[in-house]
C-alpha cells in the first residue's frame, strides 16, 4: 500500500486531505510541522510526502532539502497558498515532483497522488531491478572466478600429469621437464619476455619431451652406446611431441616450441635443421634451459657434469649454437642472481595464453 505522508500547520486541511485519500485506499499519515514530519519520515517507509511550504519554524523548502539529502526516492508534492510561479519554480528547484496550489481541490489532489505514487512504484522498481542486476553480475563473477581456478587446476594437473608419464618411462630423467620449464621460465624473465610469453616457455618445458613417450623404454634409459637406428628413433621425440600437442586446445606455440627444441642456432640441430631466426625465441630459451639441465644431471651413460661445466658449454657456443641474449640471461641467473634450478615448484597460468 503507498504511504502518504500530509504535512501542514493547517489542521482541518490535513483532516480534510487525509481522509480524501484513505477513501482511495491510501495509508495516510500527517504531520503538524517540519520536525514531526522528520521524525515520521525516519520511522515509517513514506512513498509520498505532500507538504505546505509556508509553515513555522523549519519551512517546507527546508524540510524538502532535508527529504532529498536523505530519501531520494520518495515522491515531493508542495502546496502553498502563494500561487506564484517563482514560488513553484523554487520548490521544483529543491527536489520537489508536483505543485498544488490551496485552495486544493479533490481531484486535483487525487490525480497528483496518483501519479506520484505511479512514479515511486516504477522508480522502486528500477532500483529493485539494479539492485538485482548488481547482485547478479557479482555472483557471474564469483562464479566465474571459481571455475577459472577449478579449470587453472584442473589443466595444471592434467600437465602434470602428461609431464610425469613421460618421465617414468624414463626414471633417469625425473624432474627433467619441470627443472627445464622453471629455468626456461627465468630465462624468459631475464630477457624481458612478457608474462604470457613467460607462461607459454615455462608450459613448453614441462613438457617438451613428450615425445618420448612413443619411444621404447629400453632405448631410453639405455646406458650403452646407443645404435644410429636408436639415435634416430629418440630424435623423433620433437616431431611426435609437435604433432601431440597440436591436437590439444594449448596455445600453439607450446607446440612449435616444443618442436624446435633440438634445433641450434647454426642450424646443425634436428629435426628440421632450422637456423637463426628461423628458430622462435621460446625455443631458443628452452634450448638452453634443456641443455644446462641435462649436464648438471646424473644420466646412465655419464655422471653429473655440474653447472660450470653447463654455462662454460653455453658460452663457448653462444652465438653458434645458442643465442647469445638468452646465453647471457642464464648465466646471469646462475652466477649473479643466486638461482639455483630446482622442480619443487609446477606453476602454469593458461588464462595467459595468446589465443584467449
Ligand atoms: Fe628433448
Ligand atoms: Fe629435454
Redesign the pocket.
Known amino acids: 500500500m503507498t504511504k502518504v505522508l500530509i504535512v501542514d500547520d493547517e489542521k482541518s486541511l490535513r483532516i480534510t486531505l487525509g481522509e480524501f485519500l484513505r477513501k482511495e485506499g491510501y495509508w495516510v499519515i500527517t504531520a503538524s510541522d517540519s520536525e514531526e514530519a522528520l521524525l515520521i519520515l525516519h520511522a515509517e517507509n513514506i512513498d509520498i510526502v505532500i507538504t505546505d511550504i509556508i509553515m513555522p519554524k523549519i519551512s517546507g523548502i527546508e524540510l524538502l532539502k532535508k527529504i532529498r539529502e536523505n530519501f531520494e526516492m520518495i515522491q515531493i508534492i508542495v502546496m502553498t497558498g502563494e500561487p506564484t510561479v517563482d514560488t513553484a519554480i523554487f520548490a521544483v528547484r529543491h527536489g520537489a515532483n508536483e505543485y498544488l496550489t490551496k485552495p486544493i481541490d479533490k481531484d486535483s489532489l487525487i490525480k497528483a497522488v496518483g501519479h506520484a505514487a505511479k512514479i515511486k512504484q516504477m522508480t522502486d522498481r528500477q532500483k529493485d531491478l539494479e539492485k538485482e542486476n548488481l547482485e547478479y553480475q557479482k555472483n557471474l563473477e564469483k562464479l566465474v572466478a571459481q571455475r577459472t581456478d577449478s579449470l587453472q587446476k584442473t589443466l595444471q594437473s592434467v600437465v602434470h600429469l602428461i609431464s610425469s608419464v613421460v618421465e617414468l618411462r624414463d626414471p633417469y630423467t625425473a624432474g627433467h621437464q619441470t627443472r627445464v620449464g622453471n629455468l626456461a621460465a627465468e630465462i624468459a624473465r631475464g630477457i624481458d619476455f612478457d608474462d604470457n610469453s613467460i607462461n607459454l616457455t615455462r608450459i613448453a618445458g614441462y613438457l617438451?619431451?613428450v615425445g618420448?613417450i612413443v619411444i621404447p623404454t629400453e632405448i631410453l634409459s639405455k646406458p650403452g652406446k646407443l645404435s644410429k637406428l636408436e639415435i634416430e628413433m629418440i630424435k623423433e621425440?620433437?616431431f611426435q611431441g609437435y604433432t601431440m600437442l597440436s591436437q590439444v586446445a594449448f596455445p600453439c606455440e607450446i607446440a612449435e616450441t616444443i618442436y624446435q627444441?633440438?634445433e641450434r642456432l647454426d642450424g646443425s640441430g634436428y629435426p628440421q635443421g632450422l637456423k637463426g631466426n628461423e628458430i622462435s625465441d621460446e625455443a631458443n630459451i628452452l634450448v638452453i634451459a634443456?641443455v644446462v639441465e641435462a649436464m648438471m644431471s646424473h644420466r646412465p651413460y655419464r655422471p653429473a657434469l655440474g653447472i660450470d661445466a653447463a654455462l662454460y658449454e653455453i658460452e663457448r657456443n653462444s652465438g653458434i649454437l645458442y643465442k647469445p641474449e638468452m646465453v647471457n640471461a642464464c648465466v646471469d641467473l646462475f652466477r649473479n642472481k643466486g638461482y639455483a634450478i630446482d622442480d619443487n615448484v609446477f606453476e602454469i597460468n593458461f588464462s595467459l595464453s595468446k589465443n584467449d
Open positions: 617438451h619431451d618420448k621425440h620433437s627444441h633440438h634443456d
